[in-house]
């Protein structure tokens, strides 16, 4: 799979591409939840957003190695701690993409060293490799849900 790359400039030019009213090609998010909803999963990451480990330890090994493999996310998962109506936290669309872009480069200020790790509902503790490489498949997966990327799998 050619993956997108997540540098915060290459990330800009695909988010100039992206409106308010962009539709998803599946899919019941907006393009505003969704980059709030990409936010939010950085913001598990920072210790900002608290969940619970949803998955059982036993199985967080597969589940991690599923991150590392170069199968995509499956279309249409039902995540159980993603919410489906939608709040805006952001004040406005514009805001949003702003906000994605912050939280990306203050988690890879904060998860500078491969010790430091974090609860993912569904994958368990991981570190900085895991949650970086989990961040450009989700970025990518809502990504081709945009139409930002070509749809490859």
């Known amino acids: ?15 100039k591409q992206l409106k308010e009213d962009s539709p998803a090609k599946w899919g019941n998010m907006s393009a505003w939840h969704m980059l709030e909803h990409l936010g939010d999963t950085l913001g598990i ?3 900002e957003v608290p969940v619970k480990q949803q998955i059982p330890e036993e199985k967080t090994g597969a589940a ?7 199968k995509p996310l499956p279309r249409n998962f039902k995540a159980p701690y993603v919410k489906e109506d939608f709040t ?8 949003a ?5 912050d939280q990306l480069q203050k988690f890879r200020t904060e998860f500078n060293n491969d010790e430091k ?3 993912h509902p569904s ?20 990504f081709m849900q945009f139409g930002l990327v070509e749809i490859s799998e």
């Open 1 to 15: 799979m050619n993956w997108l790359s997540t540098e915060i400039p290459e990330l800009e030019k695909l988010l």
């Open 45 to 47: 990451a920072l210790g």
């Open 64 to 70: 991690q190695a599923f991150i590392l493999s170069e």
């Open 88 to 95: 805006p936290k952001t004040a406005s669309f514009e805001a």
């Open 97 to 101: 993409k702003l906000r994605y872009l």
């Open 117 to 119: 790790t974090a609860i």
């Open 123 to 142: 994958f368990g503790a991981m570190n900085r490799k895991y949650w970086e490489r989990l961040n450009q498949k989700h970025t990518h997966h809502h």
